[in-house]
């Protein structure tokens, strides 16, 4: 139990075009999912906060505007690159909190690396 | 807001020998320690984990212990073998309290067993 998927697990695109990632939990139900940012042998650094049904919650210094967030159902959460330049190169992953007794606990998807050319 | 600091960066050990890694945290508030293992061009994967209300935790070869007066958190690792080379990651977290309680990261060692 407790997978969660990412998809495309890698995407090259050109400058200026927009990207779409998806994350969505397998098999439970995620009210909350986490986006978070990796360069090359750094940290995770948490971008932004995806609540089911309401508007995410960015970190700061995260641009809402250039990583738009959708949460539209209970298993699937997307994070929008928009006009991508090449700084924004880098492997995102997401997470997702689990339920009940395991609401405390996060598990993360296989990761999205973006390369912008 | 919380700042995780994380040693060694990396540690190298024989195959077989025990491999200890540090974490503290600033925020006192924090409830909530788990810890990953992240191979290469992978997802974080949780191996372990441990509440403010727990000291020390333990599954097989694995154990966390948790010192909330110091505000720091350890992870051991017994009996060391060539699969647990990786990179693995502390992280704090208010818990499950609602709101922004995404994880902090720690910076990552990179922990190396040799044959």
Known sequence: GAVVSQHPSWVICKSGTSVKIECRSLDFQATTMFWYR??????????????????????????????????????????????????????YICSARGAGERSYEQYFGPGTRLTVT | GEN?????????????????????????ASNYFPWYKQELGKGPQLIIDIRSNVGEKKDQRIAVTLNKTAKHFSLHITETQPEDSAVYFCAASLGAGGGADGLTFGKGTHLIIQP
């Open chain 1, 38 to 91: 990796q360069f090359p042998k750094q940290s995770l650094m948490l971008m932004a906060t995806s609540n089911e049904g309401s508007k995410a919650t960015y970190e700061q210094g995260v641009e809402k505007d250039k990583f738009l967030i959708n949460h539209a159902s209970l298993t699937l959460s997307t994070l929008t690159v928009t006009s991508a330049h090449p700084e924004d190169s880098s492997f």
């Open chain 2, 4 to 28: 995780v600091e994380q040693h060694p960066s990396t540690l190298s050990v024989q195959e077989g020998d025990s491999a200890v890694i540090k974490c503290t945290y600033s925020d006192s």
